[in-house]
């Protein structure tokens, strides 16, 4: 059964940094470079935020105008882990990220969440002075 995990949130500092790993296992019939990473984040009371987006070779990426030029997306699939490393943090970026694998990949942009085929259970992280 495949499970993604989610790791790396925690409390930091605004213009600090954070890096999430997605570590995934279980998979069956495809492996772990067939799939299409998401990273999502959610705050209480707000819409779900698709926040970037990795092909399966890693050699597409995207990223939403909220976090593009701070956040980077990557992929060791040797490893089956995807990553998300956060640079100049705000206090808006305060949310439970998920990292969210489906085996679709548009050309213009990232897919969104009714297209996710597994999710992770989500990581905290809080930004705060």
């Known amino acids: 059964q495949v499970q993604l995990v989610e790791s790396g949130g925690g409390l930091v500092q605004p213009g600090g940094s954070l890096r999430l790993s997605c570590a995934a296992s279980g998979f069956s019939g495809f492996t772990f470079d067939y799939y299409t990473i998401v990273w999502f984040r959610q705050t209480p009371g707000l819409e779900r935020e698709g926040v970037s987006c990795i092909s399966g070779s890693a050699g597409r990426t995207y990223y939403a105008d909220s976090v593009k030029g701070r956040f980077t997306i990557s992929r060791d699939n040797a490893k089956n882990t995807a990553y998300l490393q956060m640079n100049s943090l705000k206090h808006e970026d305060t949310a439970v990220y998920y990292c969210?694998?489906?085996?679709?990949?548009?050309?213009?942009?990232?897919?969104?969440?009714?297209?996710?085929?597994?999710w992770g259970k989500g990581t905290l992280v809080t930004v705060s002075s």
């Open positions: 969210a694998a489906a085996l679709v990949w548009y050309a213009s942009n990232c897919p969104s969440g009714p297209n996710m085929n597994y």
